[in-house]
């Protein structure tokens, strides 16, 4: 009897369906050794000054350690088959130690998919257990250890319990932090564009106005505006130039771990969590007309290598399909790699193209068709030919003015004929060469600059792809950690980092400014790729880094100002009755009810001096002249996420707030009650809502225009906006989008 050792009980099942009586095959469910939960688990040799871990078997493994024992006493040849990747080999590694076995000496076998012919080939072509891939994946979990457990019990100390630090999670917390500063600091500048129709339906951008060339933001506020469409409005326009040339689109590379998330994220609406869920499902085993069998390959993956079975397979698949011109005269390649990649796989890939998506509906789960259907068909597409467009610019001049028109059309769809493309034609009537053209319509228009978009799931993980933070495993559950420690909401999509966040970084970036630093943590990536790829001295790395990192925490124990502040102020709180404290936060100190979270009372305060000269702290008032418009209380200044705001003074029996400072209104009123539309800020960014809220409850995230609806049924107010890199109108009702062009 041979015994093949994986780490999945459905990849153990799969594989078993393959093979005949003379095989077992058994899962280790992961991890089966590691160092201890409840202690460091490392020590230092006091000869070699090496960090030495202490690896053990938890309690809820003992039972599968011990059937895999008693399974390799009976066995002839024991197979060594977890995952093709480091961590993989560090698992193969420690069930060999498990089990008693000398690691090197067991048969390794790897597979990129779970197909009867991989597996086959794979137990025909053993290797040995890759021991600089081990150290790398050792380095990193020691590394991790390190960090986490030296620097989680200073945050819990200095700031509140159940925080935490770690090497990947402080340094990508840091960048959710950095850029909402960006968006807290952010200053909307005012634009304005003109907006000018030719007849006879020809909307043209203006480019040029006497001798400037007009971007963006030239055009700073109405009188500006207003004197270059009088100037136009009285000058005579012809055509100057046409230019038509044609531009292809090349096919998009196939999947790999971190494309496809982003890809299932924005077109699926799948978390980068429930995308790698499904995608294990389908590389271990589902049932197919063939029986249980892998379905796509490996996809812990950020390699664009193609195997050439498949890729003869893909050949034929388009040729038999779709015809002879949607097939490249030679298989497309894609080399380039993720910085830093490190495992020499395939790309994410079906493993039978003849399980087509229309037979795969009648045996996978709703969720994993979909996520088939995207791998399956992006595989195709990128076999295929490019796409084809004719492209057109049409140049309008008048004496002091030049306008220009584009337009575009598909001439052939190439791997759009699988991919689909929303991209629609937008074709210009034909014009000729000095042609006189009239203005149909010209409208100043007042923009206000936006601050940057907050991170989602999708742009985080291509933000940390392209700064070297972590690795295709690591994405996922790099976020769930943050959002498990609440050190993120995840809200609409969008990552909102909270209060203690800010917290953390801040003192991180003060005294532990390596850890949050995306450099540092990108290089030691590239360390960690050395260590498994030429042997890199492992020990080495970590001693270096240990000793310089103690130092640090020691250091911070010492000088490190404790943020935990909870002083009595021998007053009760006036919406509970409960004991009133003074507590620090992020904009500094602040009054609390002892009652959190069920009362939620809070006050500003500020430093004062009493009779003896001591500091202490009152509630801060700063007092206005503005009455509240539902108590007649006056409102008083306070500060909060988004800066200052105007509350009532009777707060908490009248929680009435209005904005401070001068407020943007919009050009045209509320649709719903006729009253002002004002530009506001939230924790969710900013919004545009009516003046009588809450009565009115009409909102907007992008400024309303005076255009209306014109799908049946609905009246709604359309707003203009950018989607997927396209200008659209966008109805705040019903939602509908209308390209600009094409309204």
């Not at 869920?277 to 664009?304: C, F, H, W």
């Not at 907050?454 to 690591?474: D, H, Y």
């Not at 359309?718 to 509908?736: Q, S, W």
């Amino acid at each position: 009897m041979n015994l093949i050792i994986v780490e999945s009980p459905a990849k153990a099942r799969t594989i078993k369906n393959f093979l005949g009586k003379g095989y077992e095959v058994i899962a280790s469910k992961g991890h089966i050794r590691d160092l201890p939960k409840s202690r460091f688990g490392i020590t230092i040799d006091e000869e070699t000054k090496e960090l030495v871990p202490t690896y053990s078997v938890a309690k809820e493994n003992a039972p599968t350690v011990k059937q895999i024992k008693e399974l390799a006493k009976k066995a002839d040849t024991i197979y060594i088959a977890t995952d093709e990747d480091r961590e993989g080999e560090a698992i193969g590694w420690h069930i060999a130690h498990a089990i008693k076995k000398v690691p090197e000496e067991l048969p390794r076998i790897v597979f990129h998919e779970i197909t009867k012919t991989a597996i086959k080939h794979a137990i025909e072509n053993p290797r040995t257990i890759n021991m600089d891939q081990v150290n790398a994946q050792q380095t990193r979990r020691l590394l991790d250890r390190i960090v986490g457990y030296k620097l989680s019990p200073l945050l819990a100390s200095k700031i509140q319990k159940g925080l935490s630090g770690g090497r990947v999670q402080s340094s990508t917390l840091k960048i959710i932090v950095d850029r909402e500063r960006e968006i807290n600091a952010f200053k909307p500048v005012e634009y304005w564009s003109i907006d000018t129709v030719f007849d006879p339906n020809i909307d043209a951008a203006l480019v040029k106005y006497r001798t400037e060339k007009i971007s963006k933001l030239t055009i700073k506020n109405a009188e500006q505006a207003q004197e270059i469409v009088d100037t136009i409005k009285g000058e005579s326009f012809n055509v100057a130039s046409i230019e038509t040339k044609q531009r292809k689109t090349s096919t998009p590379p196939p999947f790999m771990t971190s494309t496809l998330q982003q890809t299932a994220s924005s077109k699926l609406g799948m978390s980068p969590k429930k995308t790698m869920m499904v995608a294990q499902s389908l590389y271990e085993g589902v049932k197919t007309p063939n029986g249980t069998s892998g379905v796509i390959t490996y996809m812990r993956t950020d390699s664009l290598n193609m195997a050439k079975e498949a890729l003869e397979a893909a050949r034929e698949t388009i040729l038999n399909t779709y015809g002879e011109k949607y097939l490249p005269k030679s298989a497309k390649s894609y080399i380039k790699k993720a910085k830093g990649a490190q495992e020499a796989h395939e790309a994410i890939r079906p493993t039978m193209l003849d399980f087509t998506p229309e037979i795969a509906a009648q045996y996978l789960k709703p969720d994993e068709l979909r996520l088939y259907r995207l791998i399956y068909t992006r595989f195709l597409a990128c076999q295929m030919t490019d796409a084809l467009f004719e492209q057109q610019a049409i140049i309008f001049k008048s004496e002091s003015a030049e306008y220009k028109a584009n337009g575009r059309r598909l001439m052939f769809d190439g791997f759009y004929k699988v991919l689909g493309t929303e991209d629609k034609d937008k074709l210009l009537p034909t014009l000729k060469q000095d042609q006189s053209m009239n203005i149909n319509s010209i409208k100043p228009t007042q923009h206000f600059t936006e601050p940057p978009p907050r991170f989602s799931e999708a742009s985080l993980i291509k933000q940390l792809e392209a700064e070297g933070i972590g690795r295709p495993s690591t994405y996922a559950p790099t976020i769930s950690t943050l959002q498990a420690r609440h050190y993120i909401d995840i809200e609409k999509r969008q990552i909102i980092p909270t209060k203690v966040a800010f917290t953390v970084i801040e003192l991180l970036e003060k005294h532990f400014a390596d850890i949050v630093d995306a450099q540092f943590t990108a290089n030691m990536e590239e360390i960690l790729d050395k260590i498994a790829e030429e042997g890199h001295e492992w020990q080495h790395v970590l001693s270096e880094f240990y000793i310089s990192f103690m130092k640090k925490i020691e250091a911070g124990k010492e000088n490190i100002v404790s943020l935990k502040l909870a002083k009595p102020l021998g007053r009760n709180c006036p919406k509970c009755g409960s004991e009133l404290l003074l507590r620090s936060g992020r904009y500094g100190n602040f009054i609390a009810c002892s009652g959190f979270p069920k009362c939620k009372y809070t006050e500003q305060v500020e430093s004062d001096e009493d009779e003896d000269g001591e500091k202490r702290e009152v509630p801060k008032v700063e007092e206005t002249d503005e009455i509240c418009d539902k108590c007649g209380s006056p409102m008083v200044i306070k500060n909060g996420r988004n800066g200052k705001f105007l509350a009532c003074s009777a707060y908490p029996e009248c929680k009435n707030t209005k904005p401070y400072g001068e407020v943007k209104t919009a050009s045209v009123p509320c649709p719903d009650c006729g009253g002002k539309l004002l530009y506001r800020q939230s924790k969710r960014g900013a919004f545009w809502g009516c003046e009588n809220y809450p009565k009115c409850k009409f909102i907007s995230k992008f400024e309303p225009l005076d255009k209306r609806c014109d799908q049946e049924g609905c009246d709604g107010i359309l707003a203009k906006r950018t989607y997927r890199g396209k200008e659209v109108y966008e109805c705040t009702k019903c939602k509908h989008r209308t390209p600009v062009e094409e309204a």
